[in-house]
T-cell receptor, first 113, second 115 residues
Framework: GESVGLHLPTLSVQEGDNSIINCAYSNSASDYFIWYKQESGKGPQFIIDIRSNMDKRQGQRVTVLLNKTVKHLSLQIAATQPGDSAVYFCAETLRDSSYKLIFGSGTRLLVRP | SAVISQKPSRDICQRGTSLTIQCQVDSQVTMMFWYRQQPGQSLTLIATANQGSEATYESGFVIDKFPISRPNLTFSTLTVSNLSPEDSSIYLC????????????FGPGTRLTVL
């Protein structure tokens, strides 16, 4: 299948450990942020989002943290599983800008069995 | 949510030719977008496909190279014209807006290789 993320930074974690993926965003006016997961040969899949009026949001096994002061976003994955292996992208947007997304550079997550 | 299909899933084309990629959504959507993902890189927005009017292109992308159609609320096409090897990428369609809960969903992508 298609290989995504050949040249992206890679995070290697042991199965069962927690993973933290970081992202620096560019526009201080952005008010909505999304994490996507992209598996080889597929389009990006929505994981979790957060609005700028929040600093933390939790989903199932995932948590997103937002630090607007330093324009930093992180995705925490608890008890990482082999199925979590993929490339992860953060994206930012202005909610009144017709939903146009600006994607970060991405991180490849490898889960060791 | 929305289910998005793209055709073709992949193609190999000769330099100087064109490829038209189709994007079909299973429900009416407000916003449709086209992205490019070059090998090993992130996604870059090419344009917003506007229903019934000309697409809105991002900086660095022009209509002559990437003509887009959007005849209705469920379908759009992207043509990549006068192909060169530098156009080898994955091209992705996405949809967003109130009709799909304000999230943005992506199609599976079309992998284009230009020889």
């Amino acid at each position: 299948g298609e290989s995504v993320g050949l040249h992206l930074p890679t995070l290697s974690v042991q199965e069962g450990d927690n993973s933290i993926i970081n992202c620096a965003y560019s526009n201080s006016a952005s008010d909505y942020f999304i994490w996507y997961k992209q598996e080889s040969g597929k389009g990006p899949q929505f994981i979790i989002d957060i609005r700028s009026n929040m600093d933390k949001r939790q989903g199932q096994r995932v948590t997103v943290l937002l630090n607007k002061t330093v324009k930093h976003l992180s995705l925490q994955i608890a008890a990482t599983q082999p199925g979590d292996s993929a490339v992860y992208f953060c994206a930012e947007t202005l909610r009144d800008s017709s939903y146009k997304l600006i994607f970060g550079s991405g991180t490849r997550l490898l889960v060791r069995p | 949510s929305a289910v998005i299909s793209q055709k073709p899933s992949r193609d190999i084309c000769q330099r100087g030719t064109s490829l038209t990629i189709q994007c079909q959504v299973d429900s009416q959507v407000t916003m449709m977008f086209w992205y490019r993902q070059q090998p090993g890189q992130s996604l870059t927005l090419i344009a917003t496909a506007n229903q019934g009017s000309e697409a809105t292109y991002e900086s660095g992308f022009v209509i002559d190279k990437f003509p887009i159609s959007r005849p209705n609320l469920t379908f759009s096409t992207l043509t990549v014209s006068n192909l060169s090897p530098e156009d080898s990428s994955i091209y992705l369609c996405s949809v967003g807006g109130e009709r799909v809960g304000n999230e943005q969903f992506f199609g599976p992508g079309t992998r284009l290789t230009v020889l």
